[in-house]
C-alpha cells in the first residue's frame, strides 16, 4: 500500500518506520527539515519538507496515489484539515490522530 503520514514527530515517525518494515511504501510530510533528515537516516521512509495542509506539498508526497493517508500532526485543525484535502483526492482510508473529544463527530 501507498501511505501519506502528515506529521513527523515520535507518533508519525513511529509509524512510518513500523509500516515501512512491512513492506509498505510510505512517505512522511512534515515542516522541519531536520526532522524530515532523521526519518530518513533512521528508516529510509521518504519524506517531504513541507505544510500537509498545502496541496502542492501533498501532490509532492503523491497523495493522488494514496491507498491511506494519516495525520498524525500535534494540532487537531491541521489533521482536519489534512483529512479534507485527502479526501479531496479521493484517498479510500483517512485517519487522524484528535486530541479534543469535542471533534469527534466531525
Known amino acids: 500500500m501507498y501511505i501519506v503520514i502528515a ?4 507518533a508519525g515517525s513511529t509509524l512510518a518506520s513500523s509500516l515501512a518494515e512491512h513492506k509498505h511504501d510510505v512517505v512522511v510530510i512534515d515542516l522541519n ?3 524530515c533528515e532523521s526519518i530518513y537516516a533512521n528508516s529510509g521512509v521518504v519524506t517531504v519538507n513541507g505544510d500537509s495542509t498545502d ?3 501533498l501532490k509532492a ?6 491507498d491511506i493517508a494519516i ?7 491541521a489533521n482536519l484539515t489534512f483529512a479534507i484535502l485527502a479526501k479531496s ?3 479510500k482510508r483517512i ?6 473529544p469535542a471533534y469527534a463527530k466531525v
Open 89 to 91: 483526492f479521493h484517498v
Open 7 to 10: 506529521g513527523g514527530g515520535v
Open 55 to 57: 496541496i502542492n506539498t
Open 33 to 35: 527539515s531536520e526532522q
Open 95 to 100: 485517519m487522524v490522530k484528535m486530541r479534543e
Open 71 to 77: 495525520g498524525a500532526m500535534y494540532k487537531d485543525t
Open 61 to 66: 508526497a503523491g497523495i493522488e496515489k494514496a
